[in-house]
């Protein structure tokens, strides 16, 4: 098993973390991500099953941190670094699997979650973690992973976005050194996705938060 350096192992006893996804694990991921995503990523990718499979064969294995206990994943993290995020699929995708009638409007929804980030930046694209390992620190452990990804990568900063009707999220990152810059009211898409507005948050990435490995280069 792949353990970063510094990070929990399994002598430990508990859940530990591992950058890439595996193959083989894709559905497992995919229902993860629907679980923690399914209201927001509906309009744009139900019925569920087919939104699962779509999620699971368009994943880019190395944009994901999983966190295992055991061989089982019971968590992940994606991020957008260099123009490719864990959750992939594009037009073609899109309409192939949809449709071009009822795949046209879907792509305008999938367009609402786009985000470039700037120069210097990693872009997180949201934690799931299971809901029976909740309240055991992976989420913690996902997101020390991921200053982890970005200060190996040479990023300034990590940035997400979480949605007002999430506050145990924010919370969650804010233990973790996110600050608030800007929130967004978004009153247009509460009955369509189920939030009103979205706050966007950094986090500086500093050389403590680089693995061993990292500091080497």
């Not at 087919?50 to 992940?76: K, M, S, T, Y």
Request: contains cysteine.
């Amino acid at each position: 098993m792949e353990t970063p350096k510094g990070r929990p192992t399994a002598e430990t006893g508990g859940p530990v973390v591992r950058r890439n996804v595996h193959r083989g694990e894709e559905e497992r991921v995919s229902a993860l991500y629907w679980e923690a995503f399914g209201r927001k990523l509906a309009p744009a990718l139900d019925p569920p099953a087919v939104g699962r499979r779509f999620i699971a064969n368009h994943l880019h294995h190395d944009r994901g941190i999983a966190a295992l206990d055991g061989e089982r994943v019971v968590g992940v993290a994606g991020y957008r670094l260099s123009g490719r995020a864990l959750t992939g699929g594009g037009v073609t995708d899109v309409l192939s699997t949809y449709g071009l009638f009822r795949g046209l409007p879907r792509l305008a929804v999938l367009t609402l979650f786009e985000r470039t980030p700037a120069d210097g930046e990693l872009v997180m694209d949201g934690i799931a973690v299971d809901a029976t390992h909740r309240g055991r620190g992976i989420g913690s452990l996902l997101l020390k992973e991921i200053a982890a990804v970005a200060a190996d990568n040479g990023c300034r900063r990590v940035r997400l976005d979480v949605i007002d009707v999430n506050p145990r999220a924010r919370a969650l990152y804010e233990r973790h050194g996110f600050a608030a810059v800007r929130t967004e009211k978004t009153p247009y898409l509460r009955r369509l996705l189920g939030f009103g507005a979205v706050t966007t948050m950094h986090r500086e990435i500093t050389s403590a938060d680089a693995t061993e490995e990292g500091r080497e280069r």
